[in-house]
Nanobody, 129 residues
Framework: QVQLVESGGGLVQAGGSLRLSCEAS??????????MGWFHQAPGKEREIVAA????????FYADSVKGRFTISRDNAQNTVYLQMNALKPEDTAVYYC????????????????????WGQGTQVTVSS
């Protein structure tokens, strides 16, 4: 069982930055075997993938809408995945969720299409214009 806790959300002006963190508690102590993803869901919209990272951090996936602005990274020693969000836009406003699944996939293509087994409770990001 994997428990995920997000932090770092908040209110920021357009053009600003935030860094989200997601700490994993893994009963099997195998965080390094997890692919991790960040999703967002705006009011009235479906949840969408924002970024994903494979178990080693060598492969990443980004939604087109965030390429060049967001960076996903992980620290396996700290059981934590991060999402650095720069040049934020009002349309980035959403609840951001961290997700995890056990896979050793390395393909960027597959990373963007994984089904995730574990989810955090979400953290609100609001970008004002």
């Amino acid at each position: 069982q994997v428990q995920l806790v997000e932090s770092g959300g908040g209110l920021v002006q357009a053009g600003g930055s935030l860094r989200l963190s997601c700490e994993a508690s893994d009963s099997t102590s195998t965080f390094s075997s997890l692919a991790m993803g960040w999703f967002h869901q705006a009011p009235g919209k479906e949840r969408e993938i924002v970024a994903a990272i494979n178990w080693s951090g060598a492969s990443t996936f980004y939604a087109d809408s965030v390429k060049g602005r967001f960076t996903i990274s992980r620290d396996n020693a700290q059981n934590t995945v991060y999402l650095q969000m720069n040049a934020l836009k009002p349309e980035d406003t959403a609840v951001y969720y961290c997700a995890a699944t056990r896979t050793l996939v390395t393909s960027n293509y597959v990373l963007g299409r994984l089904l995730y087994d574990y989810w955090g409770q979400g953290t609100q990001v609001t970008v004002s214009s």
